[in-house]
C-alpha cells in the first residue's frame, strides 16, 4: 500500500505512535446501481474504494482522485453518507492509526473499471445482493448509498 509523503515524514517524528487520519470511503454507484468493489492486494479482501486525505484535501476530491487511482473510474461525488471515528488500528508493520471515515456516495462517469495501481489485485462491479463480506464501517455505507436521499449515519458518542 502506498504511504502518502506527509505520513512518511510525521511517522520519522512520531514513530509507531497513534496518528489520526482522515480518509474516504467511495460507494461507487453505476448506472444499475451496482457497487464496484476492489480486492485489496495486502488482505486479499474485497473493500471498497477508500484512501487517506491529503492535509487539506476536501472529502469529496479525495474520494474522486481514490477511485480513479484505484480503478480507472472518473465518478462524481453526490452525498455524503457517514461520519464515523474508528477504533485504532494497527497495520502489519505496527503503525497505529485512528481513522476518521468520511463515507460518500459516487456515481461512475467514465473509464472502464480496471486495477489501476498496487493497492489492489482486481477491481468488479457488484450488485448489492451479492456484495461479498465487508468491514463493519463499510458494510454500513452500502444500503445509506442505496436508500436514496437519506440524512447521514453518524456514529453516536459512546455513553457516560
Not at 460507494?27 to 464496484?36: F, I, N, S, T, Y
Not at 497505529?96 to 473499471?113: N, S
Amino acid at each position: 500500500m502506498a504511504v502518502p509523503q506527509f505520513v512518511v515524514e510525521l511517522r520519522k517524528k512520531i514513530g509507531q505512535a497513534p496518528l489520526p487520519l482522515a480518509g474516504v470511503i467511495a460507494v461507487v454507484l453505476d448506472e444499475q446501481d451496482r457497487v464496484l468493489l476492489v480486492r485489496r492486494s495486502d488482505t486479499g479482501a474485497w473493500a471498497l474504494t477508500t484512501g487517506c486525505l491529503e492535509p487539506g484535501e476536501q472529502p469529496a476530491a479525495g474520494a474522486v482522485r481514490e477511485v480513479f487511482e484505484e480503478t480507472g473510474v472518473q465518478v462524481r461525488v453526490e452525498r455524503l453518507l457517514s461520519v464515523e471515528a474508528l477504533d485504532l488500528s494497527v497495520a502489519a508493520n505496527g503503525d497505529q492509526v485512528y481513522w476518521l471515515a468520511v463515507g460518500l456516495r459516487c456515481r461512475a462517469l467514465a473509464g472502464h473499471a480496471r486495477v489501476n495501481d498496487d493497492e489492489s489485485t482486481a477491481v468488479a462491479w457488484f450488485d448489492p445482493s451479492a456484495i461479498p463480506p465487508l468491514p463493519p464501517h463499510q458494510a454500513r455505507c452500502v444500503p445509506l448509498a442505496l436508500a436514496g436521499d437519506t440524512a447521514p449515519w453518524i456514529a453516536s458518542p459512546a455513553p457516560q
